[in-house]
C-alpha cells in the first residue's frame, strides 16, 4: 500500500466511508456523496454491495478493543443522561451492539466509498458528525438526516441507525480500505481542482 497514505494532512490521505442500509434506502447516497465532494475530497474507490455477516464482524473487530470501548462509551452516555444503563458489563454491552449491528449491516445493500484528500479522515469525521444522532451537531450528516439515540436504539435491541459508516483514524482507514476494496478497485487520477486545493505557486515565485 502506498505509505503516503499514512502521513496525516497529506494530499494522498484516504477513508472509507460506507453508506449505511438506511441511507442507501432514503435515498440519501447523493446527500451524502454531494457533502464530501463539495469540500473538495475525491472518490477514488466506489461500489454497491449487499455485505455478509463475516464482512461485518471483521469490519467492527479490526480493533480487538472495540467491543470492550464501545460498550464503556454506550453506559456512559446513559450515566451522563442520568439514565440506568440497560447492561453494565461493557464487553457483555459491546458485544450486544456488534449482534445489532451485524444484522443491520447486513439488511440489503450499502455504498462503501474509498475518499481521498488532505486531512480526509479528520475531514469526513467532522462532516459525518457524532455517532448518536440526538447528540450529532448540526450541519452534519448524522445532525441533519436522522432522530435516533442509543435509549430508542436499545430498548428495540437495534443498532443505533446514523446513515454512514467513516473511519475513525488513519490506522482504521488503511485497514477498512484493504477488508472492502481489492487494489484493482482503486482508481488513481487526478482531480482538476487538485491543482486550486494543493498548488503551492512556487512556479510564480522570483517572477
Ligand atoms: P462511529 O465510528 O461513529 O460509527 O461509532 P462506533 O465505531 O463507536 O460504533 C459503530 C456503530 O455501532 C455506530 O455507528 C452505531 O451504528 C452503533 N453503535 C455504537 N454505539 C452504540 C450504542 O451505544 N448503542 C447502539 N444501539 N448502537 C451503537
Ligand atoms: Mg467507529
Request: glycine share 10%.
Amino acid at each position: 500500500m502506498n505509505t503516503l497514505i499514512k502521513e496525516t494532512g497529506h494530499r494522498n490521505e484516504r477513508t472509507l466511508v460506507i453508506v449505511k442500509p438506511d441511507g442507501v434506502q432514503r435515498g440519501l447516497t447523493g446527500e451524502v456523496i454531494k457533502r464530501f465532494e463539495r469540500v473538495g475530497l475525491k472518490i477514488v474507490g466506489l461500489k454497491l454491495i449487499v455485505p455478509t455477516k463475516e464482512m461485518v464482524g471483521k469490519h467492527y473487530t479490526t480493533d480487538p478493543e472495540w467491543i470492550r470501548k464501545t460498550g464503556e462509551k454506550n453506559i456512559k452516555s446513559f450515566v451522563d443522561k442520568g439514565v440506568q444503563p440497560p447492561i453494565n458489563d461493557p464487553v457483555t454491552a459491546g458485544q450486544s451492539i456488534l449482534n445489532t449491528l451485524v444484522a443491520y449491516m447486513t439488511s440489503g445493500p450499502v455504498i462503501a466509498m474509498i475518499l481521498q484528500g488532505a486531512n480526509a479522515v479528520k475531514i469526513v469525521r467532522k462532516l459525518t458528525g457524532g455517532t448518536e444522532p440526538i447528540l450529532s451537531d448540526v450541519g452534519t450528516i448524522r445532525g441533519d438526516f436522522v432522530i435516533d439515540s442509543y435509549e430508542m436504539a436499545d430498548a428495540q435491541g437495534r443498532a443505533v441507525r446514523n446513515v454512514i459508516h467513516a473511519s475513525g483514524n488513519i490506522d482504521e482507514a488503511q485497514s477498512e480500505i484493504s477488508q472492502w476494496f481489492n487494489s484493482n478497485e482503486i482508481v488513481e487520477y487526478n482531480a482538476i481542482h487538485e491543482q486550486i486545493l494543493y498548488r503551492d505557486f512556487s512556479d510564480l515565485l522570483g517572477k
